[in-house]
Structures are given as structure tokens and as C-alpha cells.
């Protein structure tokens, strides 16, 4: 799946030009105990592809399994 919006123009300033980082990252899920206790499970977090416009830095984030960037056999819930 191409990153259709690196195909239009950056929603905040405008540019048509952007950076796509050369890995994926995960968004942690925040876990927080009985006690108040905050950690983050990265095991149960969300792969993302981050897209950043060169001009003014706006930052994007897509789901990495769409874009294929992470094939590691996991498939996003859908929810309805």
C-alpha cells in the first residue's frame, strides 16, 4: 500500500515534500497497575510508519502492516 498522503500536500503547511523514516516504530500501550504504577507494553502496541513533511515537521503516523513496512505476521483488530 503506498502512503497516499505523501502524494497530497502537508495539511499544515502546504509543502509536498516529505521524510519517511527508514524503520517502523511502535506505539506502546500504556499499562497502568492497582497500585498507580505506569509501564508500557510494547509487545501489545500498534507498528507505525512515521512520515514527517521536510518543512515544518508535521509528523504522520500510518499502520505499518497496511503499508507492508511490517511483516511479521500480525493483523490489526478491525473495529466496527
Known sequence: MALDA???PCPHCGSTVFYKAPDPYVLAKVVQDEVGNISFKGSAGI???VV????????????AVK????NIG??????T
Open 6 to 8: 505523501m502524494r497530497s
Open 47 to 49: 507498528p507505525v510508519v
Open 52 to 63: 514527517a513533511c521536510d518543512a515544518c515537521g508535521h509528523i504522520q503516523l500510518f499502520s
Open 67 to 70: 503499508t507492508g513496512d511490517w
Open 74 to 79: 500480525v493483523e490489526l483488530p478491525v473495529v
